[in-house]
């Protein structure tokens, strides 16, 4: 990635409605256009997935929030989230709700171990798909989203927990897609809604 170069984040409610409105401009401005479905495969493919379908079929999880490349960087110290007294959200996602700060990063590992394989889908959320990465790069999106300075621990914990897959020189890494219990989809949306709205 060029540091000079200025990240612009996009966001399109419907992609499908965008690659239209993309093709009557192009068609406007005389360029020879592909076909709608070709279009969409095209952004796709640009997002990092194989084809539109499987963009459509990714985890509700991946969409809460864009990956570290475009998200901006949390200031350097914000409180825990704590949820308004009365809460219904069940007791062990309001306790692991405590472990993130209001930027959505990780501040202590649970003591539970189910908390903990849950805390780590946090992570997990937020890194790109269908991309080969290096140790190193893997390493900068971990670190970006925990703030106590463990990455190797974490690294290992997303790869017992088959959300990460490397190869066995541990050059290769590559984002496992799969899909979030109910139970922890539940916590991931109600993370990223706290998350998100002290970040904008």
């Not at 965008?18 to 095209?42: E, W, Y």
């Not at 475009?70 to 914000?78: D, F, H, T």
């Not at 930027?103 to 890194?127: D, T, V, Y």
């Amino acid at each position: 990635m060029n540091p000079s170069r200025e990240m612009v984040p996009l966001h399109t409610a419907d992609v499908s409605l965008f690659c239209k409105n993309l093709r009557q401009q192009l068609s406007t401005a005389g360029i020879d256009v592909p076909g709608h479905l070709t279009l969409l495969n095209m952004v796709a493919r640009s997002a990092g997935y194989r084809n539109f379908q499987t963009l459509k079929a990714r985890p509700p999880a991946e969409v809460a929030m864009p990956v570290a490349e475009v998200a901006p960087p949390a200031p350097a110290e914000l409180p825990p989230i704590e949820l308004a007294r009365g809460s219904t959200v069940p007791l062990p996602i309001r306790r692991l709700l405590t472990c993130f700060d209001t930027g959505g990063r990780l501040m202590r590992m649970p003591n539970k171990f189910a908390a903990q394989q849950m805390a780590i889908w946090a992570i997990w959320s937020r890194l790109p798909a269908h991309r080969e990465l290096s140790e190193k790069q893997i390493n900068d999106y971990i670190a970006r989203y925990h703030t106590f300075g463990d990455v190797a621990t974490l690294r290992r914990e997303l790869v017992n927990a088959k959300l990460l897959w490397r190869t066995q020189d541990c050059r290769v890494y590559r984002k496992e897609m799969q899909r979030p219990s109910e139970e922890t989809k539940q916590f991931l949306d109600l993370l990223f809604e706290h998350a998100t709205a002290a970040i904008r």
